[in-house]
């Protein structure tokens, strides 16, 4: 693999090889000199010639790889969870479910209202939900979006990707952290609105059992439970819009573009759900599978229908997954 | 290094470029190419069939105006944009591999400017997935302490200063122990008194044995810090040695000045120099063997009153335009 020749391959395979980079690199890094620690008489080669003694303290080459790919995560993770913006998003999305609660709490103070105001007000866990419902239509994709979409057009448009790159991260390496930083931020935002929503309800609505869309009653317990169930699926949800808007992030070296196209599809998707004419379409549109939480709220759950939401979150992972690789292993890093 | 992969897949003498040494294995370069090759979409051709071959150990100056393709090879030696043909090999090593070992900068300083100078450089050493997590934050002190930035660490990379913007670029460069170090014009927006440090920098780190390609578009820059050079014009490798073989085509002339013009250049002939050319208050001829102070002599000795008499050796500049024919123009 070492001649010229091959090496061309490795430029365009360089993700294939990016696998081993771990391997030979780790071990031979730890009995490497310091350079300036080296007298000038000794020459670059008699330094190379030195025997590589396999150190006790280098971990083994796969469990180093697996580190290093923790390491970089965790970067990526610091680097997210610490800028400012990102933080903001969270804080306005931890803020609305607080509004709805004490609006619902005004409305309903003044004269007994049916339907939903009714429901909220009777338990304190339906806030959760109803937050859920208003919020996975816009904001909480918007929110996911701007980190999803920034990730690798972010990179590119302020030069650092460039560098990354030369580390070298790997490019399969790096997208795979791309994401899982994206999806962790999705569930991130899920959880911020079910607590904040939760917290809310407790304090201004009474606690104890809930009544369900379709009349039963089930425990807190129960309820708290179904409150998880649903943040696993709204997090999923977000989590597939995540890798479109990862895909659309390699294809620009400015993150607002990518950021913008993806929330003009999820705003064409809610305007094609309106369209009672396009209703054949409308089933393998992504948004339209983020509400499907409210599945929750049936007696029985009604897991068939989450079941479907999962497989359709997955197949736009899959597709949009590959469309990002297929496009990020092969491109011309010219930014 | 892994000796045996490299000798193994090393390219036999034969698939070393036009212009190697003979008796010289691949091994013994940093960096070769053969036929590298990239056209853009558009079909602009950057880099055309380009044979380079930098020794180990080497300061290797990779000369050439502004886009002629310079940062283009340097893009691919990088692994960032794949060739359209011809191929190449750093260090003897797959990609991978070859990558934790070099040290880049790359067009210029590219940080993430919300962070300090030091979490930066842990960021960039955090994507190295050879580099050690134990030693990161004594790596990082000791790459920030060689470019002079250790007060500046915790100051955020917003608030620096070109300057220190490229100086914490070639700290990033530093963050391994590294055997090959690319540094792509790396004086770029420097004062001289930064050009000045980065010259000496890049000595002391060619002194340790590292090998360093450095790109540029100042000649005079290349000529006082690199043992090797290239020159490339519009995409193509126009030539390629060491400083002295570059230099050695062309030859040492004299210039005197003087009042007397047509008295010197009799002088000047009758001594033997060659190629005796006059303008306005000066003579100027090919040295040749001759000593300078014997040329003064025989001058003031025929009453020629000299007002000033200096040896012009050739610059990498004159060997361009020798080659090229045409001026390297900086603003090209």
Known sequence: MSTAESTAETATAETATAETAGTTGAETQEERRTPGLVPVAESMRTTERRPPEPSASAPAPAAGRVWA????LGSELGLTFRRPRNLMMLAVLGVVPIVIGVALRLVASEEGMGGLVQDV??????????????????????????????????????????????????????????????????????????????????????????????????????????????????????????????????????????????????????????????????????????????????????????????????????????????????????? | MTTVTQEAGAPSGAALPPGVPQGMNAGEFAIVTEGLTKRFRGGQVAVDTLDLAVPRGSVFGFLGPNGSGKTTTIRMLLGLIAPTSGGYSVLGLPQAQALPKVGALVEGPAFYPYLSGAANLMRFDSADPTAPRASAKRRIAEALDRVGLSAAAAKRFRNYSLGMRQRLAIAAALLGPRELLILDEPTNGLDPQGTREVRALVKEIAADGTTVFVSSHLLAEVEQMCTHAAIMRTGKLVAQGTIASLNGGLVTRVRVETPDVADAARVLGTLGLADVLTSGGEVTAELGGHAPERVNAALVGEGVAVRGLAVVRPSLEDVFVGLTGEGFDVDG
Not at chain 1, 69 to 72: A, D, E, G, K, N
Not at chain 1, 174 to 197: G, P
């Open chain 1, 121 to 335: 007000v009777g338990n304190s866990l339906m806030l959760t939900f109803v937050s859920f419902s208003f919020l996975v239509l816009l904001l909480m994709p918007v929110a996911v979006s701007v980190v999803a979409g920034d990730s690798i057009a972010g990179e590119a448009g302020a030069g650092t990707l460039r560098y990354l790159l030369a580390a070298p991260a790997g490019r399969t390496r790096l997208l795979l952290v791309k994401y899982l930083n994206a999806v962790v931020f999705a569930y991130a935002v899920t959880a911020v609105v079910a607590l904040t929503a939760l917290v809310t309800g407790l304090i201004l609505f009474p606690a104890g059992s809930v009544t369900l869309l379709s009349g039963s009653t089930i425990s807190m317990a129960d309820g708290l439970l179904r409150i998880l169930i649903a943040v696993g699926y709204v997090g999923a949800g977000m989590a597939a819009l995540a890798a479109v808007a990862v895909a659309l992030s390699t294809f620009t070296e400015v993150s607002i573009g990518a950021i913008a196209a993806t929330m003009v599809l999820v705003i064409v998707c809610q305007v094609l759900r309106a369209i009672p004419e396009l209703g054949s379409i409308t089933p393998y549109l992504l948004p339209s599978k983020f509400t499907n939480f409210d599945a929750v709220l049936r007696s029985p759950i009604d897991f068939g229908s989450l079941r479907d939401g999962l497989l359709a979150f997955g197949a736009y992972i899959v597709l949009f997954g590959s469309i990002a690789w297929a496009r990020f292993s092969g491109k011309d890093i010219t930014s």
């Open chain 1, 69 to 72: 790919f923790w390491r970089l």
